[in-house]
């Protein structure tokens, strides 16, 4: 049973690397004070404020503060508007929440049975229909597929408003143009996925069972092949998370990914590097659960990990 | 990894890959046809660029500002595909434009393979401490949404045309060290490795030699997956205000200047767009086609 701490300890030092990297990157381009204040500024208030935001002390005390610091959840102060910076983050964290979810529902809801029918009438009409889709789908990059569709459903056909966050009207244009690459993406892997069990021997052996099509594909093909799909549906959260900022600012949809544009032209250095760490939190766990699931789903993950750790 | 069947399979078409290349032409797709044009053609593009342009793409023309495209109303010749808001020709930023783009992914998806390969191969060789910490590494940059480090790392860093190449050669890196260290374990332990060790000849030869060419198809895809997302990872960039900004200009930077004049000028924004669009398309079509004729186990 080696294989759980061994998962843990990797994503506790991937978690150490990314929040070292934020310090390293955010400290070493400069001092933050110099470029945070205006030019004219006298040396003795930028003095005060290098004291205030403790960047008079050594690097390494710096560092050492900064972990402490996170540690008790304590993200620094927002160097714009002397908010908790965490506060910040946090308040935009439903916005984007609800924007990543609908857009991942779409992508599952439309991806997977796609994926399915694609597999099981391989080479038909309907498998090259979908998998044609599937290629314009990924192809299309996410700020120009929401161009065209503020251009045809808010500035033609004026059915649907194309920035802002107020009603459910507002969600539906952002949640279809940050989902279709997802779905496009996860159709082609449930049908890959698909197509290799539904080859297996175990299928076969089913169907002189006697065991009815339906039955087999719902029963015997569909939790095997949902192994590699949720595997990749785990590495691909932190895509959608990169997306999803192109997509808020296309739409001025009012979440974290506006949040971190608007800092970085603001250069809100506390607000960034909170963010930056939190999106490694989510990845993180997210992946750890992915991990979890996959043994759960495969138990020769389980058996096969903990012994190939040594 | 793969079937002890499809070696030999994969290592006669990368011997010849001429004769390959030819009796596939023959049975080639029309979609691929198509996207091997329009690749043709960009490259076309990123070669000669500035000296295709018809204007100089910068040069402002205040009394013929924002003209329409051919075949709207209002167009002229002398704009074929307009001009936006400070007169300037749009055919001629679509070139530079599409020259900077097309230049910036070939190097960054060029500099990202090196860098993947190297370690993919380091770590396979070399085994326990420098696997453990490359592959720390590769799940470092995998925890990491890296459009959002760029975009943090940018925003510091201020606008930097060395910062922003670093950035887009990091990108993707992880995928192809990732597999060719997969590759190479499971290349090494077959017939053909083990006999040119048995022969005398030392690691870099063996790697060089004999690993690398038969482990290229799947590097190759890797390629064709990767430069559609850095092609998406420049524009995107740039799109944002970050990456490449005015005076210069490319795919992205267009998109997000059109994106201001949806209303009155559409075609702005539309045309660089579609430009990314059927590049990435083409790419990808490329891509699909060349998996499956690389590697037919895929498939079934």
Known sequence: MTWLPVRLARAALTMWLVVTFVFVVLRLTGDPAAILLPDDIDAQTLAFYREKWGLADPLWQQYLKYWAGLLHGDFGISFRNDMDAFALVWERVPKTALLGGTALGIALFIGIPAGILAAIWKDSWIDRTIMTSAVFGFSMPNFFLGILLILAFSLRLRWLPSSGSGTWAHLVLPAITLGTGFAAQIARYSRSSMIEVLSRAYMRTASSKGTGPVRRVALHAIPNAAVPVVTVLGIQVGQLLGWAVVTETVFAWPGIGRLLTHSVALRDLAVVQCIMILLALTMVTSNMIVDILYGWLDPRVRVGAGTAQK | ?300
Do not use: C
């Open chain 2, 1 to 300: 990894m793969t079937a002890e069947a499809n070696i030999p399979a994969r290592s006669r078409t990368i011997s010849r890959p001429f004769v390959w290349m030819l009796s596939g032409l023959r049975r080639m797709p029309l979609l691929v046809t198509l996207s091997i044009a329009f690749l043709t053609l960009m490259l076309v593009v990123t070669v000669f660029g500035r000296f295709l342009q018809p204007y100089a793409f910068e040069q402002i023309d205040l009394l013929a500002r924002m003209k329409p495209p051919a075949p709207l109303e209002g167009f002229t010749w002398t704009h074929p595909l307009g001009t936006d808001k400070l007169g300037r020709d749009l055919l001629s930023r679509l070139i530079v434009g599409a020259q900077t783009s097309m230049a910036l992914t070939l190097l960054g998806t060029v500099v990202g393979a090196i860098i993947g390969i190297t370690l993919g191969f380091v770590a396979a060789h070399k085994g326990r401490w420098w696997d453990e910490a490359i592959m720390a590494a590769v799940d470092f940059q995998a925890a990491m949404p890296w459009f959002i480090v760029a975009l943090a790392v940018l925003a510091f860093m201020g606008n930097s045309m060395i910062v922003f190449l670093m950035l887009m050669g990091l990108y993707g890196w992880e995928g192809y060290a990732r597999i060719t260290r997969g590759l190479v374990l499971s290349a090494r332990e077959q017939g053909y490795a083990l006999a040119v060790h048995g022969l005398g000849a030392t690691p870099r030869w063996i790697y060089l030699r004999h690993v690398l060419p038969n482990i290229a198809g799947p590097l190759l895809v890797q390629l064709t997956i990767n430069f559609p997302s850095t092609i998406l990872f420049e524009t995107s960039l740039s799109f944002l205000g970050l990456g490449i900004r005015p005076p210069m200009t490319s795919l992205g930077q267009m998109l997000g200047e059109g994106r201001d004049y949806l209303i009155s000028a559409w075609w702005l924004a539309v045309v660089p767009g579609t430009v990314i669009f059927l590049t990435t398309l083409s790419m990808s079509i490329l891509g699909d086609w060349l998996r499956a004729r690389l590697d037919p186990s895929l498939e079934n």
